[in-house]
């Protein structure tokens, strides 16, 4: 991704965010954020939203409001 401007970086945000991009394509990401803001925020909010949905999958409801979930999904499937 030889010069990258913000187009390629937003483009390719996602990727390199999940580090699924080669070596050189992330470094030049890398480079392109070193000199541009808003870039640099766009890729702060990815951070911070995959932070947050990896947190969030941790949790787990309390037993007691599974058990009353599936008792009611199954009432509901017993008269459909």
Do not use: Y
Not at 47 to 69: D, H, S
Request: glycine share 4%; aromatic share 2%.
């Amino acid at each position: 991704m030889s010069g990258c401007d913000c187009s390629k970086a937003k483009a390719e945000l996602e990727e390199f965010l999940h580090g699924e991009l080669c070596r050189e394509d992330a470094a030049d990401i890398r480079e392109h954020m070193d000199d541009c803001e808003d870039c640099t925020t766009e890729h702060r909010v990815g951070v911070v939203l995959i932070e947050t949905v990896r947190r969030a999958c941790k949790e787990t409801a309390p037993e007691e409001l599974r058990g009353e979930i599936l008792a009611r999904i199954r009432l509901e499937q017993s008269t459909h």
